[in-house]
C-alpha cells in the first residue's frame, strides 16, 4: 500500500474548512449551534484553524443521549465545531482509505473532491459557439404561416459576441476558489456560506 504523507497543512487550508464546514452544516441549518456559529463564522472558523495548526484541536465536548427505538443505544453526538474538524480530516484522508479498501474500482464511490490548490473548473452555461443557430429563416421554410413572414421584416439578432466567449477564469483569491460563478450576475453559489 502507498503511504501518503505530508498532509497535516492542507488540513487547516482556508478552502478546505469552508468544504469541510459545507459538508457539515449540510441538514443542520436551524439547528442553535449551528445559528451561533454563523453569526460569527470568520472568527469561529479561524479558532478552529488556529487551534489544528497549534497542533491543540479543542475536543471532547460530546452530547450524550439515549435512543429508544428499536432498542435501548448511547448515542455521543460531537459538538458542531469537532463536526468541522472531523470533516476537514476526512476530505484529505478518505481518497486515500477507499483506494486501499476497496476489492475493485467499479465499487460505487462519489468522485473524490479536488486537491485544495486546485480551483473547481466553472460549468459553461451556455452551448459551444458552433451550436448557435446562424440561419433561421431556412430552418421554417417549409412552414406556411401569416405569423412567420419570409424573409423576416424584422433584423434578426443574434447573442452578442461577449456571450459566445468562455467565461473568465476565476483568480486565485481564497473567494473566487469556493465562488466561481461570482462574475455572473445571474447566478449564485451552489454552496452559500455566511458571509
Not at 500500500?1 to 478546505?16: Q, S
Not at 443542520?28 to 449551528?34: A, G, I, L, N, S
Request: charged share 15%.
Amino acid at each position: 500500500m502507498k503511504r501518503t504523507g505530508n498532509l497535516y497543512d492542507y488540513i487547516y487550508d482556508y478552502e478546505n474548512m469552508c468544504l469541510a464546514y459545507r459538508k457539515a452544516v449540510k441538514g443542520k441549518h436551524t439547528r442553535q449551534e449551528v445559528i451561533a456559529f454563523k453569526r460569527n463564522f470568520h472568527y469561529n472558523l479561524n479558532l478552529i484553524r488556529q487551534q489544528i495548526k497549534d497542533r491543540k484541536p479543542d475536543i471532547g465536548h460530546y452530547l450524550f443521549f439515549k435512543v429508544y427505538d428499536p432498542k435501548l443505544r448511547d448515542i455521543c453526538a460531537a459538538s458542531f465545531p469537532e463536526r468541522i474538524l472531523h470533516h476537514a480530516i476526512m476530505n484529505l484522508f478518505s481518497p486515500s482509505f477507499s483506494s486501499s479498501s476497496l476489492p475493485s474500482p467499479s465499487s460505487s464511490l462519489p468522485p473524490p473532491f479536488p486537491p485544495p490548490s486546485l480551483p473547481p473548473s466553472p460549468p459553461s452555461f451556455l452551448p459551444p459557439p458552433s451550436s448557435f443557430p446562424l440561419s433561421i429563416p431556412p430552418s421554417f421554410s417549409s412552414l406556411s404561416s401569416p405569423l412567420l413572414p419570409f424573409p423576416p421584416s424584422f433584423p434578426l439578432s443574434f447573442p452578442p459576441p461577449s456571450l459566445l466567449s468562455p467565461p473568465p477564469q476565476p483568480s486565485s483569491s481564497p473567494s473566487s476558489l469556493f465562488f466561481p460563478f461570482s462574475s455572473f450576475p445571474f447566478t449564485s453559489p451552489l454552496f452559500p456560506l455566511p458571509f
